[in-house]
């Protein structure tokens, strides 16, 4: 909000140089705060995929949660209003992998019920595949496979 009032006061004052250099700024974070969002749900999405692949089952929660994960992923990802998305592919791809450790440190609490720390998990699982399903799975929704 305080960006905004910036913003008023710099165009009505005729500072359009500062006012764009604000108008890059917020935007940026508002680009920030997307991708943010976009790794909080390929967490939860990381998350129950190596459940599934560490224990060899799966529960209709995991599932919904999957699901519901990659619908918000796609969500947030869609630009509205300019179309096209805040992540490419790659890009996406890349968030997979910064998000895995994240979502391996969660999974640790919650797979075998709790038995494992992170890397003992990960060992049990392949990352690469994980990481291919998951992106897998939003590309598809998005309609892009």
Known sequence: MEELLELREHIEHGRYASALVLIGEMEEMSRDDKINKIGSFLTILLLHLIKQH???RSTRSWDVSIRNSVRQIIFTNKRRKAGGY???NEELRQAVEDWYAVALSHASLEAFEGRYAP??????????????????LILEAQGLL
């Open 119 to 136: 890397e003992e998990l990960g060992s049990l699982v392949e990352e690469s595949a994980i990481a291919e399903e998951a992106l897998g």
């Open 86 to 88: 805040y992540l490419s």
């Open 54 to 56: 560490a224990e060899q």
